[in-house]
């Protein structure tokens, strides 16, 4: 099954080059490390997902670029192009002049109603070039007016066209300080709309990559650049193919509803968080060896400990001893830091996944009282290395993770409004005081769902 | 040689002349004969005739002037009232030729000073045509401030009769003093002659050099103070012109830095002002460059922008700087900066990869600032001094269509944007108190 990537603004349009870029890049490598037949079944599986052959000699990927302005776009096909072993379709982009302006409203009620027909042509177009669609992901920031207001329209626009199709939005959260004054409200506007269309959202914090980049990959001047190849590593090491629970030796063919049905059992708990180790700089990888048991155990206390990467974790965090927590009345009472699961989806890939052990991430006491332990966790696999690393683990969450970052979002963009500031930027495209009030009662809907696991 | 790209096309047409006279225009391809997108509007037939005999004649199109031989005689009303009826219809006869060329026009550059009686009458008479005429598209005006030793006497008036439009029908005003571009002039002359430490600036590096003009042009007064604010203009649209990881569109400056409409005065700076010859630590000289952006000496007006209070401020750079950069100088200089409560972490930022001529990044900061208040008060005064003993005031009111009421209007619209100012200043200091968030029931 294919899956149609929809990039939106500059964000989207820069991250969604790197992701075809890394998917591309791991596809070609000879670092598989298992079977000839392996590697094949891996590579075909990997084309199906993500290119189509087309006359070209070279891979189209199956993805619509859209932007409301045309600098990036013409950027992002030129490098594609440049790259030599992939390319992005001839006509599956759109852009238009003028850019939102960094105004959701703008991005919303103004370019999405506009354009909707020539962009949801595009995207009928790549559908229909898949032999079976397995779904749409979509990639946007929050903070902008392009990717975050059309991107929400367009999603909208996603599900009323595709009804029973599964859409992912992946997300990508400002940094804290300095990218767009008004990103908080930009952000509770999508975050607000995109629940009500999407089916999860997948999301990446630019502060968390940062540090990263900064105390795992050692890049001294960091680009946006190379935030995005992080982010385009961590989102290969959920896409590419692997081999499902149940085992076999085939490769998986519904990623994207696969992830669904494991990962978001209640319409009103979406937000996945994505955590993927270990991260090092190019170099270092053939001087470091990797036990599964030690990423495992890493990675375990990493989700319990809502630790962003795996240096500086908090090993003091333990899960509450079952039997003697006790729910929503005391939530407030339980220690602070940890992190209650919804539902957990692991990916291994590399030597020897065989052997590895995932019993610690049954374990009942992560979770909330929902699900049977057995369906809350998930483990994908295969022997198939990740983008040169000997072995890579992931781990997708619908936890708390999330909860702290929207709750900073939800008070910033409730502080600003309070004061009215840049109420009539929006009111000018169309967004009411009334719109902001339903999109904070709806997140504050969301964050108390999340607090009372 | 020259290509004709989008980069050149934001502020030029590309004519076909070869067959004689005005041709068709070129979207692409080889430069035939650039024109301006521009429309020069005096009164008075001087400077105008200067700039047609002079290097950049090719550039700007004859039909694109509208001129007349007396001049507004330093007289608001004169501009506004009396050249702005008799001149409506072939201003926008010129401005809708204009915008007829234009692919997709996303804003006008009104520049313009307060003082006299044409850019301030006139061009305030432009501002809300263009209005009225071009709803949609963005309106920034480039304003230069009398200074207190102005040679004007009414320019007090002009000012204030101006201050009134530009509060109600600009999107953004950039405020520019001469006293500042002044210093900035000096600041660089002391230091080309200084000869301090042996170093020597790169002469097409300077704020005030007409970037990579390569004829050395008969300098006067004016200019080196005028290619201030050529650069400032240069990289506002930098952004919007050239790629970068983050830009940084016009729209986007008018979005994140006005939180109310009235309070849409910016102050700029421009960083560096010159480039040393020898090669400096990079990172620390990166870092200067952030931390004057923020010093007094380089903003546009007699302001200081760090002992007041911060609305919102945006950072546009240009060159080799990356995220990084650009994020540990804001934590750096953030704790010396007061934020208004509801904007503690207002920054706008931006990078364009292509730096300016002659220097290897740059960096253009845009201060929503109350700062601006001390500038408006002394106009205020300066205006009551003359009002109040009612001097010059007939020259004025003979005008058609000029009343009292235009002058106390003026005045109270002035007196209001001060009080929003000092309500904004009022907050600063006071306890934080946040406003308490929704209730949802569980």
């Known amino acids: 099954m294919s899956i149609v990537t929809v990039q939106l603004g500059q964000c989207g349009n820069q991250i969604g080059h790197e992701v075809f870029n890394a998917i591309c890049s791991d596809v070609r490598g000879t670092h598989g490390l298992c079977s000839r037949k392996e590697n094949e079944s891996y590579h075909d599986a990997c084309k199906e997902r993500f290119f189509c052959e087309e006359e070209s000699e070279v891979p189209v990927a199956r993805a619509v670029l859209v932007d409301m302005e045309p600098k990036v776009i013409s950027q992002t096909l030129s490098m594609a192009a440049r790259s030599g072993s992939w390319k992005y379709g001839d006509r599956s982009h759109f852009c238009q002049k003028q850019g939102s302006g960094n105004n959701w409203a703008n991005g919303y009620s103004v370019h999405g109603p506009r354009h909707k027909e020539v962009i949801m042509n595009l995207v009928q177009k790549e559908a229909e070039k898949c032999d079976r669609l397995g779904g749409f992901f979509t990639i946007m920031s929050m903070a902008g007016g392009t990717g975050s207001g059309l991107g929400a329209f367009v999603t909208q626009c996603l599900r009323d066209a595709f009804p029973t199709s599964f859409v992912l939005n992946h997300v990508i959260w400002p940094y804290g300080t300095g990218e767009v004054i008004v990103q908080n409200y930009n952000s509770v506007l999508t975050l607000s709309h995109l629940y009500r269309s999407s089916d999860a959202l997948l999301v990446h914090e630019n502060d968390v990559i940062h540090k990263i980049c900064a105390q795992l990959m050692n890049i001294k001047q960091i680009s946006f650049r190379d935030v995005n190849q992080v982010i385009a590593h961590q989102l290969g090491s959920v896409f590419q193919p692997t081999h499902t629970a149940e085992g076999g030796s085939r490769y998986s063919r519904n990623p994207l509803g696969d992830l669904m049905e494991t990962l978001v059992p209640h319409p009103e708990f979406k937000m996945l968080g994505l955590r993927n180790i270990p991260q090092m700089p190019e170099n270092s990888l053939a001087y470091s060896t990797f036990s599964w048991p030690g990423l495992i155990k890493h990675l375990r206390q990493m989700l319990i400990a809502n630790a962003k990467m795996e240096e500086g974790i908090d090993w003091q965090v333990r899960p509450p001893r079952l039997g003697s927590s006790i729910p929503s009345s005391h939530s407030t009472n339980k220690p602070l830091h940890f992190n209650t699961s919804i539902a957990n989806l692991v990916i291994l890939r590399g030597k020897d996944t065989h052997s590895a052990d995932l019993g610690s991430f049954r374990d009942p006491s992560l979770y909330t009282s929902w699900l049977n332990p057995q369906d809350a966790f998930s483990a994908w696999k295969t022997p198939r290395a990740f983008n040169k690393y000997e072995k890579s683990a992931s781990l997708v969450s619908n936890s708390q993770f999330l909860l702290k970052p929207l709750d900073n979002v939800v008070g910033k963009a409730w502080n600003m409004f309070a004061s009215k500031a840049y109420i009539h930027q929006y009111t000018k495209f169309g967004i009411e005081e009334e719109d902001f009030l339903d999109s904070f009662t709806a997140l504050e809907q969301v964050i108390s769902s999340y607090t009372t696991l | ?423 904004l200043d009022a907050t600063r200091g006071g306890p934080r108190t946040d406003p308490s968030r929704l209730k949802i029931a569980v």
């Open chain 2, 1 to 423: 040689k020259g290509i004709y790209d989008e980069a050149l096309s934001s502020f030029f047409r590309n004519v076909d002349t070869r067959s004689g006279g005005d041709g068709p225009d070129i979207y692409k391809g080889k430069i035939c004969s650039l024109k301006a997108r521009a429309l020069l509007i005096d009164m008075e037939e001087g400077v105008v005739n200067e700039i047609l005999q002079g290097p950049l004649r090719d550039v700007f199109d004859s039909k694109q002037l509208i001129t007349d031989v007396s001049g507004s005689g330093n007289n608001w009303a004169v501009g506004h009232k009396l050249y702005g009826y008799q001149y409506r219809e072939n201003i926008v006869e010129k401005l809708r030729k204009t915008a007829e060329h234009c692919d997709c026009l996303q804003c006008f550059f009104i520049i313009h000073s307060m003082g006299g009686g044409t850019g301030s009458g006139l061009g305030t008479f432009v501002l809300k045509l263009l209005e009225d005429e071009f709803p949609e598209v963005y309106r920034f005006v480039t304003s230069v401030y009398p200074s207190g030793e102005d040679d004007v006497i009414t320019s007090p008036y002009n000012s204030v009769l101006a201050m009134k439009e530009l509060n109600e029908h600009a999107d953004c005003v950039l405020p520019i003093e001469n006293e500042s571009l002044f210093d900035i002039v000096n600041k660089i002359h002391q230091m080309m002659n200084s000869g301090k430490l042996g170093s020597t600036l790169k002469q097409n590096s300077l704020v005030t050099s007409s970037a990579g003009s390569g004829k050395t042009v008969q300098e006067k007064p004016f200019d080196a103070m005028n290619n201030i604010i050529a650069n400032l203009l240069l990289n506002l649209t930098s952004s919007a012109r050239f790629e970068g990881s983050l830009n940084m569109d016009l729209n986007e400056i008018s979005m994140n830095l006005v939180p109310f409409p009235r309070l849409h005065y910016l102050v700029s700076s421009l960083t560096p002002l010159y480039t040393l010859a020898d090669v400096n630590v990079p990172s620390r000289r990166l870092d200067q460059m952030f931390s004057d952006a923020f010093s007094r000496d380089h903003q546009l007006i007699q302001a200081d922008p760090k002992h007041s209070l911060y609305l919102a401020c945006a950072l546009l750079v240009r060159g080799n700087v990356q995220v990084s950069d650009l994020r540990r100088n804001i934590e750096r200089l953030k704790p010396s900066l007061h934020f208004v409560s509801w904007n503690q972490e207002g920054w706008k930022t931006g990078l364009c990869s292509v730096p300016p001529v002659g220097h290897s990044h740059s960096l253009l900061a845009l201060a929503n600032n109350t700062c601006v208040k001390p500038t408006f008060i002394e106009l205020k005064d300066r205006f009551m001094k003359l009002y109040k003993k009612k001097a010059h005031l007939h020259h004025y009111l003979h005008v058609d269509g000029m009343e009292q009421s235009c002058f106390s209007e003026a005045i109270s619209s002035l007196s209001d944007l001060i009080e929003e100012y000092n309500e």
